[in-house]
């Protein structure tokens, strides 16, 4: 890892690239809850992030801590690093790159997407009546307004990446408002975990769940499935129109999506966006 870390310091941009990816296989292959290796790059890669000149190594950077962080610290709300590190993921969002020093740059901002998502589903994949679940709104209120406009980003990585975010953010919100419905969650449980300290936005992330502009968002989607826009290739516009009906159907119809992969005899299955995700993230 020394080595690694040291490429990442004072490698030029193409030997910084290769540095992170073989940081991510690393943790992947040997780093499951080796919190402190972790801990030790986390600095270095954030630091590469925000100050390097090139995007390609931002990029990179960002995937390595996000796949460091999943896989090192078995993700949960109360980690204190996990939850700065959705955080920085967000303001990269929420700042349309300017944060990283790299703003609107679709490299940049789609490695920030999918790491933030990552992580997201990796800390909430299941909410109850818990605080995680105030943590959990929180987050999407944050980020919504900023994955919404990224969805009218030029650059088509950006755009799935910002749907997909949406999209696995309301597939466990959705989730949790289901177990509302169905009374395994009641307010009297959720308001025993709650004490005089409550935060000012408390009616926000508490109680029923519903996304005020959801017709609104249905509607963005639905334009990007069907997206037959000349200035972009045809190339482009199928793979937007292609992962753009999975979100669709996702956010309308609650319908989750399902992947394959196939491992030598027999194919396991994935689904939903919490799984394929992590899927994702853990496949080299």
Same mark, same amino acid.
């Given at each position: 890892?020394?080595?690694? $870390?040291? *490429?990442?310091?004072?490698?030029?941009? %193409?030997?910084?690239?290769?540095?992170?990816?073989?940081?991510?296989?690393?943790?992947?292959?040997?780093?499951?809850?080796?919190? $402190?290796?972790? @801990?030790?790059?986390?600095?270095?890669? $954030?630091? @590469?992030?925000?100050?390097?000149?090139?995007?390609?190594?931002?990029?990179?950077?960002?995937?390595?801590?996000?796949?460091?962080?999943?896989?090192?610290? +078995?993700?949960?709300? *109360?980690?204190?690093?996990?939850?700065?590190?959705?955080?920085?993921?967000? =303001?990269?969002?929420?700042?349309?790159?300017?944060?990283?020093?790299?703003?609107?740059?679709?490299? +940049?901002?789609?490695?920030?997407?999918?790491? /933030? *998502?990552? #992580?997201?589903?990796?800390? /909430?994949?299941?909410?109850?009546? $818990?605080?995680? @679940?105030?943590?959990? %709104?929180?987050?999407?209120?944050?980020?919504?307004?900023?994955?919404? @406009?990224?969805?009218?980003?030029?650059?088509?990585?950006?755009?799935?990446?910002?749907?997909?975010?949406?999209?696995?953010?309301?597939?466990?919100?959705?989730?949790?408002?289901?177990?509302?419905?169905?009374?395994?969650?009641?307010?009297?449980?959720?308001?025993?975990?709650?004490?005089?300290?409550?935060?000012? =936005?408390?009616?926000?992330?508490?109680?029923? /769940?519903?996304?005020?502009?959801?017709?609104?968002?249905?509607?963005?989607?639905?334009?990007?499935?069907? =997206?037959?826009?000349?200035?972009? *290739?045809?190339?482009? %516009?199928?793979?937007?129109?292609?992962?753009?009906?999975?979100? #669709?159907?996702?956010?309308?119809?609650?319908?989750?999506?399902?992947?394959?992969?196939?491992?030598?005899?027999?194919?396991?299955?994935? =689904?939903?966006?919490?799984?394929?995700?992590?899927?994702?993230?853990?496949?080299?």
């Amino acid at each position: 890892m020394d080595l690694l $870390k040291k *490429s990442i310091k004072k490698g030029g941009p %193409r030997e910084c690239v290769l540095a992170a990816e073989a940081i991510s296989l690393v943790f992947i292959t040997i780093g499951e809850d080796d919190e $402190k290796m972790f @801990t030790d790059l986390a600095p270095l890669l $954030k630091y @590469t992030i925000t100050n390097h000149e090139s995007t390609e190594v931002k990029a990179a950077c960002i995937y390595a801590l996000g796949t460091a962080c999943f896989i090192s610290s +078995t993700p949960q709300p *109360s980690h204190l690093p996990t939850y700065e590190l959705l955080n920085f993921f967000a =303001d990269i969002a929420l700042s349309s790159g300017a944060s990283a020093n790299a703003s609107q740059n679709g490299e +940049t901002l789609a490695a920030a997407l999918e790491s /933030f *998502s990552v #992580l997201y589903a990796g800390v /909430f994949p299941h909410l109850g009546p $818990k605080p995680i @679940t105030m943590q959990a %709104r929180r987050l999407f209120n944050q980020m919504i307004p900023a994955a919404k @406009t990224l969805l009218e980003h030029p650059t088509v990585e950006v755009r799935v990446a910002a749907g997909e975010t949406i999209a696995v953010m309301l597939e466990i919100l959705n989730s949790y408002q289901r177990q509302r419905d169905d009374g395994d969650i009641s307010d009297e449980e959720e308001s025993e975990t709650y004490n005089d300290d409550d935060p000012d =936005d408390i009616e926000e992330v508490t109680g029923d /769940f519903r996304y005020d502009d959801l017709d609104g968002l249905v509607a963005a989607l639905g334009s990007l499935s069907t =997206d037959s826009s000349r200035h972009r *290739s045809k190339k482009e %516009r199928s793979a937007g129109r292609s992962a753009f009906r999975d979100i #669709l159907k996702s956010v309308e119809e609650q319908e989750h999506p399902t992947e394959s992969l196939k491992l030598r005899e027999y194919d396991v299955d994935f =689904d939903g966006w919490v799984e394929i995700l992590h899927i994702l993230c853990t496949t080299p």
